[in-house]
C-alpha cells in the first residue's frame, strides 16, 4: 500500500511504551514536566551532595554527610520540566516508493505514530509537522500535553488530503522552518530519505541545533531506504517519473549506469553522515523491508536512549 493504514496507526500505541525518548538530555521549558532541567534547586529530582561553598543556601546543608566527613555539604537537587517534542515527516512523493517490504511513506508513518505515542507516554508535549505533498507544502500541528496534533498528523499521512505537487518540499526547507518553530531544548525526530540532500544541509542543520536564543535542541535523523536506494537491480528499462511529472528513461541493466546511481548514493549518504556527526545530531535508519519498530529500539538505543547521563 501507498498510504499506511490509520487505524494500525492508532494500534501502535500498544507497542510504543518499550521505546525509550529520555537521553538525560538537558532542556529549558519552564512548566513542570518529566526531564532534567539545567535549571537546579529544590526540585523533584535528587540530583548530587557536594561540598558547602561560600554563599550556598544552609537550609540545603546535609548533616548526615557533614558530621561524618566533618565538612560541611549540601544536597543539590534537579528540577524536573517539561520537554517539547516534534515529529516533522516527509510526505513528498518521492516517499510514496519501495521495491521490498511496504514503501517508504509507510514506514515514515509508522515511526511518527511509535515515537509520538511514546513521547505522549513520557508526559511531553508533542507537536508535528507535515511536509510535501499537502496544502502549501508544509502543515504544522501545535505541541500539546493530548494526541490532538499526532492524530491530525496521521489522518494526513493515510492519504485523506494529499496530493502532488510541481515541487518537492526539501529537507533544507524544513530545517529552516524548524529553527524558527521549535523552542529551545525540544527534541526533533526528522523523519525522511534525505535524498537529495544540498550544500547548505549541514548548515542549516547546525542553525537547528544551535538557536538564536543560545540555546540548543536534540536532533534526531530518522531515515528510511529501500534496498534500491543504494543497489539499483537489472530489469532492464524503467521509467522514473520526478515530483514535477517528467518522465525518464533508465536501463538498469548497463553496468555502467548502475554504478553512477549507487555512487550518488553513496555520496548523498556520506553528506548526511558528515553533517549529523559535525553538528552532533543523530541518525536512526529505517528500511523498507524490515521492522520498524525493531529498527527504532534499535537506532535509539545506538544514540543513548533511555539511558540517563
Same mark, same amino acid.
Given at each position: 500500500?501507498?498510504?499506511?493504514?490509520?487505524?494500525?496507526?492508532?494500534?501502535?500505541?500498544?507497542?510504543?511504551?518499550?521505546?525509550?525518548?529520555?537521553?538525560?538530555?538537558?532542556?529549558?521549558?519552564?512548566?513542570?514536566?518529566?526531564?532534567?532541567?539545567?535549571?537546579?534547586?529544590?526540585?523533584?529530582?535528587?540530583?548530587?551532595?557536594?561540598?558547602?561553598?561560600?554563599?550556598?543556601?544552609?537550609?540545603?546543608?546535609?548533616?548526615?554527610?557533614?558530621?561524618?566527613?566533618?565538612?560541611?555539604?549540601?544536597?543539590?537537587?534537579?528540577?524536573?520540566?517539561?520537554?517539547?517534542?516534534?515529529?516533522?515527516?516527509?510526505?513528498?512523493?518521492?516517499?510514496?516508493?519501495?521495491?521490498?517490504?511496504?514503501?517508504?511513506?509507510?514506514?515514515?508513518?509508522?515511526?511518527?505514530?511509535?515515537?509520538?505515542?511514546?513521547?505522549?507516554?513520557?508526559?511531553?508535549?508533542?507537536?508535528?509537522?507535515?511536509?510535501?505533498?499537502?496544502?502549501?507544502?508544509?502543515?504544522?500541528? #501545535?505541541?500539546? /500535553?493530548?494526541?490532538?496534533? =499526532?492524530?491530525?498528523? %496521521?489522518?494526513? +499521512?493515510?492519504? &485523506?488530503? @494529499?496530493?502532488?505537487?510541481?515541487?518537492?518540499?526539501?529537507?533544507?526547507?524544513?530545517?529552516?522552518?524548524?529553527?524558527?518553530?521549535?523552542?529551545?531544548?525540544?527534541?526533533?525526530?526528522?523523519?525522511?530519505?534525505?535524498?537529495?540532500?544540498?550544500?547548505?544541509?549541514?548548515?542549516?542543520?547546525?542553525?537547528?541545533?544551535?538557536?538564536?536564543?543560545?540555546?540548543?535542541?536534540?536532533?534526531?535523523?530518522?531515515?528510511?531506504?529501500?534496498?534500491?536506494?543504494?543497489?539499483?537491480?537489472?530489469?532492464?528499462?524503467?521509467?522514473?517519473?520526478?515530483?514535477?511529472?517528467?518522465?525518464?528513461?533508465?536501463?538498469?541493466?548497463?553496468?555502467?549506469?548502475?554504478?553512477?546511481?549507487?555512487?550518488?548514493?553513496?555520496?548523498?549518504?556520506?553528506?548526511?553522515?558528515?553533517?549529523?556527526?559535525?553538528?552532533?545530531?543523530?541518525?536512526?535508519?529505517?528500511? #523498507?523491508?524490515? /521492522?520498524?519498530?525493531?529498527? =527504532?529500539?534499535?537506532? %535509539?538505543?545506538? +544514540?543513548?536512549? &533511555?539511558? @540517563?547521563?
Amino acid at each position: 500500500m501507498i498510504f499506511p493504514d490509520f487505524d494500525e496507526l492508532i494500534r501502535l500505541g500498544a507497542s510504543a511504551p518499550r521505546l525509550r525518548l529520555a537521553a538525560g538530555k538537558k532542556t529549558a521549558d519552564a512548566a513542570a514536566g518529566g526531564h532534567a532541567s539545567p535549571f537546579r534547586g529544590q526540585g523533584l529530582s535528587f540530583h548530587e551532595v557536594r561540598e558547602y561553598r561560600t554563599g550556598d543556601d544552609i537550609r540545603r546543608i546535609d548533616w548526615r554527610v557533614t558530621a561524618r566527613t566533618r565538612k560541611p555539604h549540601l544536597k543539590i537537587f534537579t528540577e524536573e520540566r517539561e520537554r517539547t517534542v516534534l515529529l516533522a515527516i516527509d510526505a513528498n512523493a518521492a516517499m510514496r516508493f519501495g521495491t521490498r517490504g511496504t514503501f517508504k511513506s509507510v514506514q515514515a508513518a509508522r515511526a511518527a505514530a511509535l515515537l509520538g505515542h511514546r513521547a505522549l507516554g513520557e508526559g511531553d508535549k508533542l507537536g508535528c509537522v507535515v511536509f510535501g505533498d499537502v496544502k502549501d507544502g508544509l502543515r504544522f500541528f #501545535t505541541p500539546e /500535553r493530548s494526541g490532538r496534533a =499526532l492524530w491530525q498528523a %496521521l489522518k494526513l +499521512l493515510s492519504g &485523506g488530503k @494529499t496530493g502532488l505537487r510541481d515541487k518537492p518540499v526539501a529537507v533544507e526547507e524544513v530545517l529552516q522552518y524548524l529553527d524558527r518553530a521549535a523552542p529551545t531544548g525540544a527534541l526533533l525526530f526528522i523523519i525522511s530519505d534525505f535524498y537529495p540532500l544540498s550544500e547548505d544541509f549541514e548548515k542549516y542543520l547546525g542553525n537547528l541545533r544551535r538557536n538564536h536564543q543560545s540555546g540548543c535542541r536534540d536532533v534526531v535523523l530518522v531515515g528510511v531506504s529501500d534496498p534500491a536506494d543504494a543497489a539499483l537491480p537489472p530489469v532492464e528499462t524503467v521509467i522514473f517519473s520526478d515530483a514535477g511529472g517528467e518522465k525518464s528513461r533508465v536501463n538498469t541493466d548497463s553496468l555502467a549506469g548502475r554504478a553512477a546511481y549507487a555512487r550518488q548514493w553513496e555520496e548523498n549518504r556520506a553528506r548526511l553522515e558528515t553533517a549529523a556527526g559535525r553538528q552532533r545530531a543523530g541518525i536512526v535508519d529505517l528500511h #523498507t523491508d524490515g /521492522r520498524v519498530y525493531n529498527d =527504532l529500539l534499535r537506532g %535509539l538505543r545506538r +544514540l543513548n536512549f &533511555g539511558r @540517563t547521563a
